[in-house]
Nanobody, 119 residues
Framework: QVQLVESGGGLVQAGGSLRLSCAAS????????IGWYRQAPGKQRELVVV???????NYADSVKGRFTISRDNAKNTVYLQMNSLKPEDTAVYSC?????????????WGQGTQVTVSS
């Protein structure tokens, strides 16, 4: 089992910055991929970025060049630095982790944190 707890959401003006944190606990050594999804009102949940255990990243085109994911393995924490925020970035941001082995995979979600960008 893996538990994920996000923090760092809030209200910011367009052009501003926020940093989200996702602290993982439990069977953290089994985490394969970890990252962020978001869901805006009336829209489907979408990938923001994930980072693999090997360090490779996959960003959504809409955030490339503005958002940066990083991980502190000693703290089992992943960070999402969000710069040049736009009103369309407003959403609930949820931490996500895929864990397991070559024989099974499990998916875990945090509770979500609200990010609101005002114009």
């Amino acid at each position: 089992q893996v538990q994920l707890v996000e923090s760092g959401g809030g209200l910011v003006q367009a052009g501003g910055s926020l940093r989200l944190s996702c602290a993982a606990s439990g069977s953290t050594s089994s985490i394969i991929d970890i990252g962020w999804y978001r869901q805006a009102p009336g829209k489907q949940r979408e990938l923001v970025v994930v980072i693999s255990s090997g360090g490779s990243t996959n960003y959504a085109d809409s955030v490339k060049g503005r958002f940066t994911i990083s991980r502190d393995n000693a703290k089992n924490t992943v960070y999402l630095q969000m710069n040049s925020l736009k009103p369309e970035d407003t959403a609930v941001y949820s931490c996500y982790a895929e864990a397991g082995s070559r024989w099974y995979r499990e998916h875990y979600w945090g509770q979500g944190t609200q990010v609101t960008v005002s114009s």
